[in-house]
Each structure stands twice: as C-alpha cells, then as structure tokens.
C-alpha cells in the first residue's frame, strides 16, 4: 500500500460528458503529480501541484483540468469526454515534487463509451 | 522537451536466464527511477540513482547510471515469473519539476 488513495477505482461514462478523479496523497506529501496511461501513449505526465499551486504542466487538454486543495487532496476533471480518453489515470505524490520518489495509487479505470 | 526512450519494447526469457533493459534520455539527466508496474495496476518503486556511475541492488535487480551517455541499464539475474510486468524509467525534467517516463519495457518469464 503506497499510501496513496485515488477514487473512483473504476468510471465507465458517455462521450460528451464530465468526470472527477479523486486523489489523496500520502500524509505529509505535498506535491501530487497526475498521469494518463494508455496502450500506445505509455505514461503521459498531465500536470503538477506543490502546496495548492500548480508547478508543472505537461500534456494535458485544454479540457482537462485539476486543483489541489488545503488540505492536499487533488482531483482531476475531465470534460467533453470522447472515446479515445479512455484511459487509467494515476495520480502520485511526493513530499517537496522534485528530486525524489513518488508514490502511486491504484489508478482509476476511465472507459468512455 | 525530455524524452526517455527504453529498449527492448517488450522481451520473454525463460526463468532463470540473465536480461537487460535500457533507458536513454534526449537530455542530461538529474535523477533517474526504476519502477515496476502488474498490468493494469499501480507503479511500485525499484531504485532511484541520482549521481554518474552510481549503481544500486535490490534482491536480484541492479541499476546503472551512465551520466556521461544519459543512460540507465537495468539488469536481473537469474529472472524468476515473479519479475514479470512493465518495467518503467522515469526522470526528474530539466527544470526538476516535471517527473517524466518512457513508455515501458513489457517484461515476460516463462518456466
């Protein structure tokens, strides 16, 4: 157990629509990165937040959009859903976002039919 | 922007044989991670090497750093079903902000 908890584990929902993922870092991490896993892209960095602001962008969608609160936790929203967004989401977190390890959770299962 | 590309894609050995696995970087890198990932799970940490020609062990896996030829190897001995799965590099971006992967090595053992 990583320490890090993503919720939903499994979405299955309609193109078109909206989605949240859910994540809570491990305690005392401070920094919670978010990836996007598909078959033929590997793991794709979205994006990064230290401490409630946003450190690092990678290549996430216009429609895509995340936040990290106050008490750390972050989710992720998915908007106008199509087909190929079909994907396991993974978030991770780390203590200070750089130059060390970070820890995964279980990934939520996005399928969009 | 940094790229990290592994070789092989994919590889079967048979149990008990010798293998390894590459990770070069388009751009110098400042700290290089091994993890392990069962298809359709969660990424489990292996090793992280930060300095040139630094090299580490766990159980029956050893990791390089090559600074010089912005390359990892990744190699296990005597490779058990249990070693099985996707083994993913992943580094620490230019701006030691960003932690970036490459898109996996498919790691199969048969017995």
């Known amino acids: 157990d990583s320490g890090v908890t993503q919720t939903p584990k499994h979405l299955i929902t309609a193109t078109g629509q909206r989605v949240t993922l859910r994540c809570s870092p491990r305690?005392?991490?401070?920094?919670v990165y978010w990836y996007q896993q598909s078959l033929d892209q590997g793991l794709q960095f979205l994006i990064q937040?230290?401490?409630?602001?946003?450190?690092a962008k990678g290549n996430i969608l216009e429609r895509f959009s995340a936040q990290q609160f106050p008490d750390l936790h972050s989710e992720l929203n998915l908007s106008s859903l199509e087909l190929g967004d079909s994907a396991l989401y993974f978030c991770?977190?780390?203590?200070?976002?750089?130059?060390?390890?970070?820890?995964f959770g279980q990934g939520t299962r996005l399928t969009v039919v | 922007s940094q790229e990290l590309e592994q070789s092989p894609q994919s590889l079967i050995v048979q149990e008990g044989k010798n293998l390894t696995i590459n990770c070069t970087s388009s751009?110098?890198?400042?700290?290089l991670y091994w993890y392990k990932q069962k298809y359709g799970e969660g990424l489990i940490f292996l090793m992280m090497?930060?300095?040139?020609?630094e090299e580490k062990s766990h159980e029956k896996i050893t990791a390089k750093l090559d600074e010089k030829k912005q390359q990892s190897s990744l190699h296990i001995t005597a490779s058990q079903p249990s070693h099985a799965g996707i083994y993913l590099c992943?580094?620490?971006?230019?701006?030691?902000?960003?932690?970036?992967f490459g898109k996996g090595t498919t790691l199969s053992v048969s017995s």
């Open positions: 991770a977190s780390s203590v200070e976002g750089q130059g060390e390890r970070a820890f």
């Open positions: 305690s005392g991490d401070l920094s």
């Open positions: 937040y230290y401490n409630g602001e946003e450190r």
């Open positions: 751009k110098t890198l400042y700290g």
């Open positions: 090497l930060q300095k040139g020609g």
């Open positions: 992943g580094a620490d971006d230019q701006a030691g902000t960003a932690l970036i």
